[in-house]
């Protein structure tokens, strides 16, 4: 067990992944989970002996492939093991279709983390955990988090991305209920539509196919419930299009935050080798940001799209060389620079088109 006391950490799942894709390709026995990508998305933006600042609780049942082990010990990161010898380490299929559409189904059952699995030290040292979970399980991970608080100056902010299959109409009370909990809540644009009752490509027909308009619509539409938690940020998660931020505040702020691979850039699709994870690592790296500014939900939401780069880029996580650096091309803080300025160049055309 790790003795260290990291500041970035994610309760969800490891898992084996094996991946179909519409051409009938297919990848096995791949390193994935939402735990484990978000992680990455995190690890990405520290420096080597800053590593440790990024915890996570590992689940390992009897058949855990020791070339997956390596990848994880690469990153040096803080890690609780917990050994199953009684039961298959979790696997998972993903079949992807049109529009990077994922259906998942388990081959083995999943092994949760829960509050419990993590030391007393790791709950007052968390500055922000990433939760992917129905919004039953995330109400009772919050719920046992606090209850292992001490200290109540510092208290962990919570980023929820809930589980798929959950969001469905008839759980939106729950949704509502959970997101009261959090501090950030990150549904992709078919999960949004999906939990308030609607199925997005009929909706996007509806609106002639305006892919912004009609995720900014369903934002509107989860807004118009008045929630105490009014300092609830609610990020949309849109694929190619990037992400749309929306602030619970009295002033109402939605803005717009680009993908780093442009999709309108043929140069910069030939990155885009399989999204597999890459909302999950988009997570992470929010999660990262929203530490490193201080809660800004704009700019933490820059960080994310950085961060969930580098998963497209491959099968599989993001690629840590021995020397430190991250896949090939600009390492995080150079990608964010280009990001930034890009996203700066694109408003003052606009605003230059409007004058």
């Not at 849109?238 to 619970?248: D, H, P």
């Not at 935050?257 to 885009?272: F, L």
């Not at 969930?308 to 099968?315: I, K, L, N």
């Amino acid at each position: 067990m790790s003795t260290d006391s990291p500041i970035f950490a994610s309760i969800g799942s490891f898992i084996i992944d094996d991946i179909v894709y519409p051409d009938g390709r297919k990848v096995c026995n791949v390193l994935g989970g939402a735990g484990i990508f978000a992680i990455y998305g995190m690890r990405l933006w520290q420096a080597d002996e800053l590593s440790r600042n990024v915890g996570y609780v590992i689940h390992k049942g009897f058949d855990y492939p020791r070339d997956i082990d390596n990848q994880i010990s690469q990153l040096n990161i803080s890690l609780v093991t917990k050994l199953h010898p009684d039961q298959h380490t979790t696997r998972g299929l993903n079949t992807f279709g049109e529009n990077d559409h994922r259906d998942f189904e388990y081959v083995h059952p999943i092994i949760r983390a829960t509050p419990d699995d993590f030391p007393d030290a790791w709950i007052e040292s968390i500055k922000i955990l990433h939760i992917i979970s129905s919004p039953e399980r995330a109400i009772e991970i919050v719920s046992d988090w606090r209850k292992r608080e001490k200290n109540s100056q510092q208290k962990t902010y919570f980023l929820w991305e809930p589980l798929p299959w959950a969001c469905l109409p008839e759980n939106l009370d729950l949704i509502y209920e959970a997101a009261q909990m959090v501090d950030i809540i990150t549904p992709n644009h078919e999960e949004l539509a999906a939990m308030l009752g609607y199925q997005f490509n009929d909706l996007l027909k509806q609106y002639n196919d305006d892919f912004i308009k009609t995720v900014e619509f369903l934002a509107d539409k989860f807004s118009e419930r008045k929630l105490t938690n009014d300092k609830l940020v609610l990020v949309v998660r849109s694929s190619k299009y990037g992400a749309l931020v929306l602030q619970q505040t009295v002033d109402y702020v939605r803005s717009w935050i680009p993908a780093y691979w442009d999709y309108t850039n043929p140069d910069d699709q030939d990155h885009v080798v399989d999204v597999t994870g890459a909302g999950n690592t988009f997570c992470g790296g929010y999660a990262y940001g929203w530490i490193e500014t201080n809660s800004d939900p704009i700019e933490s939401a820059f960080y994310a799209a950085v961060s969930a780069s580098y998963t497209v880029e491959q099968v599989g996580v993001p690629v840590l060389y021995r020397d430190g650096y991250w896949n090939d091309g600009p390492q995080p803080n150079k990608r964010l620079e280009i990001l930034k300025e890009r996203n700066r160049n694109k408003r003052e055309r606009e605003e230059n088109r409007h004058e």
